[in-house]
Structures are given as structure tokens and as C-alpha cells.
């Protein structure tokens, strides 16, 4: 029998830069009052200049390991959501790995924009349902205000910074995953789009004094997408769930627009408190936005273990998606998250490999074949 994939831990991290809609209309032509009747947002988190996506996605995975009371040695797998990666390459989930200590752990990065967290989810608990691997963390980390334009109000109103982390075990336990939706359309492709900074259009003069590396957004067709897919796809994982919205006892909506939120869940029958916003003080954290406001559900005593949740985004790409959830909780048997002196251990190891790696190619130069 195939075992269940069950979320164990959770964790969040958020920059303590607040940006008010008061220090933006300092700044650029908005109001507080137009900015909140348009989103929902009254403030968000912005990364100080020594924050990353990877060191927010580092903060937010330690604290679900805690949280599941698991070592980093004992991962398989770390997937990192994001659209604000370190690098192109290397994956930001190969430094969070080696900055953990997950010395066992495969390691990649996923784009799916703001719906990569739910994607990733799913790929992770499908591989822990195949038996291929029993652990898995998976992570979504942002800093998405390194690629607006702060003169543009129409987008930098409304991104903020943040990460947010989920523990996958497997377990005989019926119950974590029942039932996902992924979906995408390439087609509208250009309604939410950073145009340059990939292999079509290199980094250039041109493309920077265009401001072709800022986040591009057609609000309005965004807006009616966003609306109709979020209703769609919750009901389809409900149905695939063999389920009804009346088993459903949250939903958490990726924290986009309050608007957009209460349309799609005005389109469902779903009462406001059975639906988790938070949108108004962080802003739109994109794949950080369903893990963060899942911590603070369960900090506000409103997701317990048992409990049914949806989970449900929609993004770039165009991408889209839901997943449902029987809700878990850290495993009975006790574990120890690895101390500090292990981790600096980890990281003095990772160093002196590079060091015999160096070493290494030094040596195969001076004796190589050729010699």
C-alpha cells in the first residue's frame, strides 16, 4: 500500500522592514486609501540589503525542521519555489541544502510564479507517495522587491518579501495530500511577465534602461483570470477529494487581492471565516504567500490537526492550482533538530570540499595528461 504524504512542520520567515502605504505615497502618486480599496494591502515586508531569497528560505526551512522535530540529515529532498532566485544557477534549494546540513538531500528549484508552492507540494508528496523518497522540504521564498519598479503604482504597491516552508513525511496513516490540481496556459503568458534577464533577452543597456527586468502586469485581465480559476480549480480538488465545500473547514487562498480573494470565494458559497486572508500586512509574497498565512492560521488557533484545508493560487505563466489537505501536525515520536555546532560543522565540511576541489584542479593542471 502506497504510504500518505503528511505535512509535519511548518515555518515562516519575514523581513522586519515595514513599507506602509503612507511611506509609499511619499514616494510615488498613490494614497493609502486607493491602494486599500484597490487590494487590500496596507502594508509589506521588504528584505534589508543583507537578506535573500535563499537566507529567508534558510530561516523559514529550520523552523519547519523544528517544528517536525526532524534532522536535516534525515531530508531527501528540498524543492525551493521561487520567481527571485539567487541565481540562475546554482539552485537556490543547493545553498539552502548545504546551509542545513542536509547532507543526504536532493535539491532543486521550481518556477511556476506564484503558484510554484502549490506545484511544489504536490511534486514532493507524489514522490513521497511512490515510495521514492519519506521526506521532503519544501520551501517558498521571495524578495520580489528587488524586481518591481518603484515608480510604477501599479505594481510596486503590491509585492512584498518573505518565505514560508512545509515538512513532507510519509506515513501509513491515512490522511496529509488527498487530492491536487496543476494547471497552466501558456497563452496569456504576457499578462505577468519579467521580459528580460533570460536567454531571449540577455541583460543589455537596452533592456535595462527599458526596464525590461522590472515585473510587468496587465492588472485588469490578471484580475478576471485570477477569479475564474481559483473557483474552478478549488472545486475540482474538492471533487477529486470525494469531498464537498461543506467538508472543507478553511481555505487558504494565495494572498494576491483582498478583491480577487472575495470574488472567488463569493463564487464557492464560502463564508469569510472559513476563508484565511492576511494579504493586508504583508502584500502579495507570491509562492511565500500559502505557507505564511498557513502559520499564522495555525497561530491563530484556526487550523488544527483533522481539519480539511484547501490550499489554491494562481500565477504567472499562466499557471494555476489547488490541493487538498487533511491536516496533520508533527509526528508523535520525538526528534531533535541537529544543534548549531553541527551546522557550523556542516558548513566548515562544505568549505574544505571546495578547498580539495580547488586543490584538485590545480594539481590536474600542472599533471594532467597533457604533461
Known amino acids: 500500500m502506497s504510504p500518505y504524504a503528511h505535512i509535519t512542520g511548518w515555518g515562516m520567515s519575514v523581513p522586519s522592514q515595514v513599507l506602509t502605504n503612507a511611506d509609499l505615497a511619499q514616494v510615488i502618486d498613490t494614497t493609502?486609501?486607493?491602494?486599500?480599496?484597490?487590494?487590500?494591502i496596507q502594508e509589506r515586508r521588504i528584505a534589508e540589503p543583507d537578506q535573500t531569497t535563499a537566507s529567508l528560505a534558510l530561516e523559514a526551512g529550520l523552523q519547519a525542521l523544528r517544528?517536525?522535530?526532524?534532522?536535516?540529515?534525515?531530508?531527501?529532498?528540498?524543492i525551493v519555489s521561487t520567481s527571485s532566485?539567487?541565481?540562475i544557477f546554482p539552485a537556490t534549494a543547493c545553498l539552502v541544502q548545504d546551509r542545513i546540513g542536509a547532507v543526504h538531500a536532493g535539491a532543486f528549484d521550481l518556477s511556476a510564479a506564484c503558484s510554484g508552492f502549490m506545484f511544489a507540494l504536490n511534486m514532493a508528496s507524489q514522490a513521497i507517495r511512490s515510495g521514492s523518497i519519506s521526506c521532503a522540504l519544501v520551501i517558498g521564498s521571495e524578495t520580489l522587491s528587488r524586481m518591481v519598479d518603484w515608480q510604477d503604482r501599479n505594481t510596486c504597491i503590491l509585492f512584498g518579501d518573505g518565505a514560508g516552508a512545509f515538512v513532507i513525511q510519509a506515513s501509513p496513516e491515512p490522511g496529509g495530500l488527498l487530492s491536487a490540481v496543476m494547471r497552466s496556459d501558456g497563452s496569456g503568458g504576457d499578462l505577468l511577465t519579467v521580459p528580460a534577464g533570460g536567454s531571449r533577452l540577455p541583460a543589455s543597456l537596452e533592456t535595462v534602461r527599458n526596464g525590461q527586468h522590472f515585473i510587468h502586469m496587465n492588472g485588469r485581465e490578471v484580475f478576471r483570470f485570477a477569479t475564474r480559476v481559483m473557483t474552478s480549480a478549488t472545486k475540482e480538488a474538492i471533487s477529486a477529494a470525494k469531498l464537498t465545500i461543506a467538508d472543507i473547514h478553511l481555505v487558504i487562498p494565495h494572498q494576491a487581492n483582498s478583491r480577487i480573494i472575495e470574488a472567488a470565494m463569493r463564487g464557492l458559497d464560502i463564508p469569510s471565516e472559513r476563508c484565511m486572508i492576511n494579504v493586508e500586512r504583508y502584500g502579495n509574497t507570491s509562492t511565500a504567500s500559502i505557507p505564511i498565512a498557513t502559520c499564522e492560521a495555525i497561530q491563530q488557533g484556526r487550523l488544527k490537526a483533522g481539519d480539511r484545508v484547501v490550499f489554491v493560487g494562481f500565477g504567472g505563466g499562466l499557471t494555476w492550482g489547488a490541493a487538498v489537505i487533511q491536516w496533520s501536525g508533527p509526528f508523535l515520536r520525538r526528534r531533535h533538530v541537529y544543534p548549531v555546532s553541527y551546522r557550523v560543522w556542516i558548513r566548515v565540511r562544505s568549505r574544505l570540499l571546495q578547498l580539495m576541489r580547488h586543490i584538485e584542479g590545480w594539481l590536474w593542471g600542472r599533471n594532467g595528461p597533457d604533461q
Not at 32 to 40: A, K, V
Not at 67 to 76: F, G, R, V, Y
Request: negative net charge.
Open 85 to 87: 532566485p539567487e541565481h
Open 67 to 78: 517544528t517536525a522535530n526532524l534532522n536535516p540529515a534525515e531530508l531527501d529532498l528540498i
Open 32 to 40: 493609502d486609501e486607493w491602494i486599500r480599496d484597490r487590494t487590500g
